[in-house]
């Protein structure tokens, strides 16, 4: 265990080389936050480690290149509230204070999803699913305690998350087939009551495929017309080097532009490992056994795919500046390629190398090529 002065020199240290690895010279920006500070926030999902300070060297990352943080894990609804009427704020309000030291925006992932919350929620004390009106309530209770306790410092919710199936439908999670479909304009309107000012998102993945996207542009336009408070939509991003095209990302974030919200890309991260089955989507339920030929790049990338990673990287990021007037947040889905999900999803035990900076903290050259597509603006 590091004593609070040994974390500090430690993260003073980290901060310094990060700096220094980063500076390109004295007059252009050298970090993300800076090189995009007129364009949009450039934030980053942490971890329990980073939220308590004993990742002392993603911490330094963290607050050297980022403007904007998103809870990885420790919002989510199993987490802060594991029983009836019992909530564990530790960490989430370590969290907050986190952001809050730093003066950055602060997300909050989520409030209503399929997943990550406990069963308790859809029954009652025999084990039987609840009725509409008693989970109406729970929704309610559960959204105005958690967004109220952080109302006017978390600036973005993660309303409801993954709610639409691959081919557009909703989702036959419990939340739907108990409350019915409109647990999605509810859940926005709890929302909006606990915090009248915070921006509020719905959240998915895989929106770039046809038939989702025409699904959710379908949902938006119908939460839109009922006035429901919804601000802006969430393309999550975990993408991979052939997907999406960069064509098929640009139609996507204008087409939900064209309903008059908002576009966040919520949950980048770039996967450079063989496909699997059902690549495209992020549905955190789907596991496949390991397979020494799903891990070739266990013992480190060779330059050609780092290449192909960096250019993907300049690609994307060139769509998401030419939107700066919509697009106003890009959240990476992690700090280092060690802290990546991608390294256990869909197989456990991977070698994956899906963000900007590698495992010893090192910014790639897909970080540079970022800092290049802002200085060509
Ligand atoms: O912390 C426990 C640890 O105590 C335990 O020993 C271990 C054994 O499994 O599990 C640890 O918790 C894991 C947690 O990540 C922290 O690493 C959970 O099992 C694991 O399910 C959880 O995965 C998270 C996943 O959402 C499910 O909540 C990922 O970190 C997180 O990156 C991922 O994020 C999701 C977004 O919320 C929504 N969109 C897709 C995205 C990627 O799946």
């Known amino acids: 265990m590091l004593s609070k002065m040994q974390t500090k020199v430690r993260l003073a240290g980290w901060t310094a080389l990060i700096a220094a690895v980063t500076a390109t010279s004295a007059q252009t920006p050298t970090t993300l936050k800076e090189a995009y500070r007129d364009s949009f926030h450039v934030g980053v999902a942490i971890n329990e480690a980073q939220i308590t300070g004993t990742g002392a060297r993603g911490v330094a990352i963290v607050e050297t290149q980022f403007d904007s943080i998103s809870p990885e894990n420790v919002l989510k609804w199993e987490r802060i509230h594991p029983k009836p009427n019992t909530y564990s704020f530790e960490l989430a309000d370590q969290y907050m204070a986190f952001g809050e030291k730093r003066h950055m925006f602060i997300v909050g992932h989520n409030l209503v999803w399929h997943s990550q919350v406990p069963d308790w929620v859809f029954r009652d004390d025999k084990g039987n699913l609840v009725d509409r009106e008693t989970l109406l309530k729970r929704m309610h209770d559960h959204i105005q305690t958690v967004a109220g306790r952080y109302k006017g410092r978390i600036q973005s919710w993660d309303v409801v998350n993954e709610a639409l199936n691959d081919d557009g439908t909703l989702r036959q999670s419990l939340w739907l087939k108990i409350i019915g479909e409109d647990y999605i304009a509810k859940a926005f309107q709890y929302a909006h009551e606990a915090d009248p000012r915070a921006q509020l998102t719905y959240n998915d993945y895989s929106l770039e495929n046809a038939a989702k996207r025409k699904g959710a542009l379908e949902l938006i336009a119908k939460l839109k017309a009922q006035g429901v408070p919804v601000t802006s939509v969430g393309i999550q991003g975990h993408d991979s080097l052939i997907w999406p095209s960069v064509e098929v990302e640009d139609a996507t974030i204008s087409a939900f532009a064209k309903l008059g919200v908002k576009v966040v890309i919520s949950e980048l991260d770039i996967d450079v490992l063989p496909p699997v089955p059902d690549q495209e989507s992020a549905d955190v339920s789907m596991k496949i056994q390991q397979d020494p ?64 900076f590698d495992r010893s903290g090192h910014p790639k050259p897909g970080f540079q090529a970022v800092m290049q597509v802002a200085a060509k603006e």
């Open 293 to 356: 030929k799903l891990n070739p790049y266990a013992k480190g990338l060779p330059q050609s795919v780092q290449q192909k990673l960096t250019k993907r990287y300049a690609d994307l990021f060139g769509v998401y500046l030419k939107h700066r007037d919509v697009v106003t947040r890009v959240t990476l889905w992690g700090v280092t390629d060690a802290d990546s999900w991608r390294n256990d999803w869909p197989v456990e035990g991977r070698t994956s190398y899906p963000l900007l």
